[in-house]
């Protein structure tokens, strides 16, 4: 038996290193920072993103391998490399794109920027009078809020919080000599970057760093003293929460805690300007406890993510063109939605599709005399959360609700303890989670009466109850009654919210317990119809392949001749193309506009096609420490739409596709024969509710093509 055969992820040369096909997945965010096609604050935006990306990279995987190395694990595991080995690769890779970023921001997107109006400017570089004026609003709103702490013989060194920007200010005492001291830049109470002059629509616009805005009246701070050389840094901090399941008696206490102890977690790496001296920076690195290949040292300004304060400024002409999403005709506002779900299977894509018929839903179950109970599984739902409204209003109403709300879901877990609080005090039955796994699967159930007897009706969708990711992320969403469904949801819900142990369920795929088996088994059919028929056929969308028994299944059907086709937005651990045992499988991934985010299975199953939706990626973290759902596809129209519409189309972009190499690079996708590239996200604008089986009657979106893409 080989390795792809074992299950076990086969040898080395097959698996594709996960940490590294990260980086593959943030470069390929890089390069649409470095896209002339795209709009100049989309640019932007992209690269806030590639440098949040990074921040997050840091503080969970490379802060995992440095744990690791320090509890003394240095050898590799079967088949992979040792922690060194992948800190010295990850280091390898990172090094030119961070070189490249800071290109991008200060060769191409500044100038850019300048050209358009809109300037970055160095406080030196003002004139006389703007400097003046800068320097009274930093005395008179800044300055009162700034604490220098130095740091020598008796006084020990600051704490640095994680991800915060600081200033490292070195002054010279005639009596003493030089001094150190730490000055943390006040990011969030102030913009990082501040406006020069508010000037008027159509002016042009200048923005200083608020870091430059600090360093440049220093003087302020050490009166009698003389600031000789101010060098901006910024620590890194391990931010992974661990919760022991035998030690959280009080879960809600127990991630409270853990939130409270992320900004002090072990430093991962120090961000310094490129301008500190040798010996000052290794002084910085002792004191941290960090070894020296945990520098960076980077061009300035450090921390692009906050530039998403510039991606945000309302400058149309400098952004993707707007549009207006589409609602089908049997979900308008007007319209009776339970009729409409009762009428047949309803499929929203989003952000395609508008998000107001989810919010319609919940709000017409608060308010519907009919509806009894709502209980629903919330992961995250942003600061603004009309979902939560609507739970409350229907607890108001009377309504027996309950909201399962995700504690540990990563970086919202704060943000989730103040709804599940607010909606507690509001007389809502609150869950908070499970102690060994995270829930997040996306469903919602109502259970209303009617006609003397009990209807349950359904949402079950691929993203969260997020009305404002909604309009950024590509997700699927379902409306549906079917018997079947609703009991699988309620069996569900009783195993989250009591005691139940649920072994198996009538059409749904549940992780931790029928998930892997069932995507497993679903290969293994396919591997036989082919054998049978001759024309198996595989096609996956999702953000993450890094599970090994999925893979070596996957290779396994590569083996016997099932064509697979893969759409992997982020990480993916296959390697295709290898002869002889991935030569039938391509992989490609979108990063454009929207974040692909929906995650569909299709099977042809000699005809007689299978198709699955739902929150789980094929990972290991999915499958076995996370409650997911796939739910099928059962009304063929809705699967015909899903198949034809969705899933197909995208796999023919060629605009903003990138196809997976045998060696772990990524390769522009190009179009055949001189053709016009295909860009998915914009034929989904264009022709926004092609996928609904009641097409022709909407009147909100753009006509049908006259012609699909070729193989949609």
Avoid at 230 to 245: G, K, Q, S
Avoid at 339 to 349: K, S
Avoid at 493 to 518: D, H, K, Q
Wanted: aromatic share 6%; with cysteine.
């Amino acid at each position: 038996m080989t390795g792809a055969e074992s299950g076990e992820g086969g040898p080395a040369d097959l698996a594709i290193n996960r940490e590294l096909s990260w980086i593959e997945f943030d470069r390929r965010v890089l390069d649409e920072a470095l896209d002339p096609r795209h709009p100049l604050l989309e640019r932007i935006k992209f690269l806030s993103i590639f440098a949040s990306n990074l921040d997050e990279f840091f503080m969970i995987r490379v802060a995992g391998l440095r744990r690791q190395l320090a509890e003394g694990i240095v050898e590799a595991p079967p088949g992979g490399a040792s922690p060194g080995e992948q800190l010295a690769a990850i280091r390898a890779a990172l090094d030119p794109l961070l070189r490249t970023a800071q290109q991008c921001w200060a060769d191409d997107l500044c100038p850019r920027l300048d050209a358009a109006g809109i300037g970055i400017r160095r406080v030196a570089e003002l004139g006389p009078e703007a400097r003046a004026r800068l320097r009274a609003l930093f005395e008179a709103e800044i300055f009162p809020a700034l604490t220098p702490l130095a740091f020598d013989t008796s006084h020990p060194f600051p704490f640095i919080s994680n991800l915060s920007l600081n200033l490292a200010v070195e002054v010279r005492d005639a009596d003493c000599g030089d001094r150190f001291a730490r000055l943390k830049v006040p990011v969030g109470p102030y913009p990082r970057l501040v406006e020069v002059t508010a000037g008027t629509p159509g002016d042009r616009r200048e923005f200083v760093f608020l870091e430059d805005l600090c360093a440049a009246n220093a003087d302020l701070l050490f009166p009698g003293l003389a600031v000789v050389a101010v060098y901006p840094f910024r620590v890194t901090r391990n931010a992974d929460l661990e919760i022991e399941e035998d030690e959280a008696d009080d879960l809600l206490a127990a991630v409270e805690e853990s939130v409270g102890l992320r900004r002090t977690g072990a430093p991962v790496r120090i961000e310094v300007d490129e301008s500190i001296p040798g010996p000052r920076c290794e002084f910085m690195a002792r004191q941290l406890g960090i070894a020296t290949d945990q520098v960076d040292r980077q061009r300035s300004p450090l921390g692009l993510a906050d530039l998403m304060q510039l991606a945000s400024l309302p400058l149309p002409g400098l952004r993707d063109p707007p549009f207006s999403p589409a609602v089908p005709p049997a979900l308008g506002p007007e319209q009776d939605l339970f009729a409409a779900i009762r009428g047949g299977d309803v499929l929203l894509y989003h952000p395609y599709d508008s998000f107001a018929p989810v919010l319609s839903f919940l709000q017409n179950a608060a308010r519907d005399p009919d509806v009894l109970a709502i209980k629903i599984a919330l992961y995250r739902v942003g600061q603004n959360a009309p979902v939560v409204d609507a739970l409350m209003e229907a607890r108001e109403n009377g309504k027996q609700v309950t909201a399962l709300i995700e504690l540990k879901a990563r970086f919202d877990e704060e943000n989730n303890i103040g709804w599940a609080r607010a909606l507690e005090r509001a007389g809502v039955h609150v869950v908070y989670g499970l102690v060994h796994v995270k829930v997040h699967a996306k469903v919602c159930l109502v259970v209303r009466r009617e006609q003397g007897r009990l209807v349950r009706y359904l949402h079950l969708g691929t993203g969260n109850y997020n009305a404002t990711t909604a309009r950024v992320y590509t997700d699927l969403g379902l409306f549906t009654c079917r018997p079947e469904l609703g009991a699988d949801v309620t069996d569900l819900f009783n195993y989250l919210t009591g005691y139940a142990r649920i072994e198996s369920y009538r059409s749904l795929l549940v992780a931790p317990v029928t998930l892997r088996a069932g995507i497993l088994d679903r290969i293994e059919r396919e591997i036989d119809r082919h054998r049978a028929s001759g024309d198996g056929r595989i096609v996956f969308k999702m953000n993450a392949l890094v599970d090994r028994e999925c893979i070596a299944a996957l290779y396994r059907a590569s083996q016997a001749g099932v064509r697979v086709d893969l759409q992997v937005r982020g990480i993916c651990c296959l390697r295709p193309g290898v002869p002889g045992v991935s030569d039938q499988i391509t992989v490609s991934s979108i990063v454009g506009r929207f974040l692909e985010h929906a995650r569909i299975y299709y099977f042809r199953n000699g005809g007689n096609e299978e198709v699955l939706v739902g929150s789980a990626d094929l990972m290991p973290r999915n499958l076995d420490r996370r409650v997911e759902v796939l739910f099928p596809l059962l009304d063929p129209a809705v699967r015909d739409a899903v198949v034809h519409q969705i899933l197909l189309v995208h796999l023919r972009d060629t605009a903003q596709a990138r196809l997976l190499q045998p060696d772990g690079t990524y390769a522009r996708a190009e179009p055949e024969n001189g053709a016009a590239p295909l860009d998915t996200q914009a034929w989904m604008v264009e022709h926004r509710g092609a996928w609904w089986p009641s097409r022709a009657a909407c009147t909100d979106a753009a006509p049908a093509p006259r012609t699909r893409p070729e193989g949609a």
